[in-house]
């Protein structure tokens, strides 16, 4: 049982390039969501998923695209990478829809934009 | 809008010192849930503990220790006779009633135990 995993663990992109971040999770959860980890501001999220298929803007959802073609994927895509979209991601994962659900992270990917 | 707000961006203790790590937190909602999660040098998120609006008592886990009060709006943390081990950053978060089950998380709190 391997939790929440997450692909790259690191990448380095030049301005205007693209990208696609993977997470996988084996737990079988509902809800998959994709944050973002600056210094001195915790994590935001950018966007959910509430199951396969569907899909939700976060907080910062602006230069990103997700999609959830199978419920254990979820992917988080830069079409156009920009030096403000350096930062960690995490992807989280959760059993039920429910407040306080508890998220489970993975173990993020570190990304810097030239 | 809920907020958290954690006011010690960076604590330094030496080994065997109690620390307390604060959280304070804003929610308009009468249910909801209060997290803290530690990130150790590796870079991974580790739930430690949930909370219910509904639940004040206070949870003691071996050397962890959580006091939840209602009435200052703080889930406050305490490391009792801490390690090494224990030197990560420490993040509290907020669940409400918000679309998306979305945590708001706060900035984080640097704790540095030298021996």
């Known amino acids: 049982n391997a939790g929440v995993t997450q692909t790259p663990k690191f990448r380095v992109l030049k301005t205007g390039q693209s990208m696609t971040l993977l997470c996988a999770q084996d737990?079988?959860?509902?809800?998959m969501y994709w944050y973002r980890q600056d210094p001195g501001m915790g994590l935001r999220l950018i966007h959910y998923?509430?199951?396969?298929?569907?899909?939700a803007k976060g907080e910062v959802p602006d230069g990103y695209n997700v999609s959830r073609l199978k419920k254990q994927n979820f992917l988080l895509g830069l079409e156009s990478a920009a030096p403000s979209q350096t930062s960690v991601y995490f992807c989280?994962?959760?059993?039920?829809?429910?407040?306080?659900?508890?998220?489970?992270f993975g173990p993020g990917t570190r990304l810097l934009v030239l | 809008a809920q907020k958290v707000t954690q006011a010690q961006t960076e604590i330094s203790v030496v080994e065997k010192e109690d620390v307390t790590l604060d959280c304070v937190y804003e929610?308009?909602?009468?249910?909801?849930?209060l997290f803290w999660y530690k990130q150790p040098p590796s870079g991974e998120l580790v739930f430690l503990i949930r909370?219910?609006?509904?639940?004040?008592q206070n949870e003691i886990s071996g050397r962890y220790s959580w006091n939840f009060q209602k009435s200052t709006s703080s889930f406050n943390f305490t490391i009792t006779a801490s390690q090494v081990v224990d030197s990560a950053v420490y993040f509290c978060?907020?669940?409400?009633?918000?679309?998306?089950?979305?945590?708001?998380f706060g900035g984080g709190t640097r704790l540095m135990v030298k021996p």
């Open positions: 989280a994962s959760s059993w039920l829809a429910g407040v306080g659900e508890t998220q489970y």
């Open positions: 737990m079988n959860h509902e809800y």
């Open positions: 998923s509430v199951g396969e298929g569907t899909t």
């Open positions: 929610t308009r909602d009468t249910t909801y849930y």
């Open positions: 909370r219910n609006s509904f639940d004040e």
């Open positions: 978060a907020l669940s409400d009633n918000n679309a998306g089950n979305m945590l708001t």
